[in-house]
């Protein structure tokens, strides 16, 4: 089970688990992203490479502006996912 949600405080929420078959819904979202933006993973489980990979699409994108997306509440799990890849350099980690 995977959702993505934007709260009222523009906030996106991640919960279940990002995997190949959920980016299209994941890519949807993070492709109406304008300005920076905070990505709260406070109940994803799970992030496949797809997952990854629609994260640093959204990234590349939004740089090229001088905007980002901040990552926040990460479990361990999620965080060395992010720590092997070598994306904890490309994003901001909180």
């Known amino acids: 089970m995977f959702s993505i949600t934007v709260n ?3 906030i996106v929420v991640l919960t ?3 995997d190949a078959a959920q980016t299209d819904r994941a890519r949807e979202v ?4 304008e300005a920076s933006a905070i990505v709260d993973f ?3 489980d799970y992030i496949s490479s797809a997952g990854l990979g ?6 590349q994108r939004l740089k090229k502006e001088g905007k980002a997306i901040k990552l ?3 479990n361990r799990m999620v965080r060395d996912v992010f ?3 070598r994306f904890d350099l490309i994003f ?3």
């Open 16 to 18: 279940g688990r990002l």
């Open 8 to 10: 009222d405080r523009g």
């Open 54 to 59: 629609v994260l640093l699409a959204t990234q």
């Open 72 to 74: 926040v509440n990460m």
């Open 30 to 33: 993070f492709s109406a992203l």
């Open 42 to 44: 406070k109940d994803l």
């Open 83 to 85: 720590r092997i890849a």
């Open 92 to 94: 901001e980690i909180e």
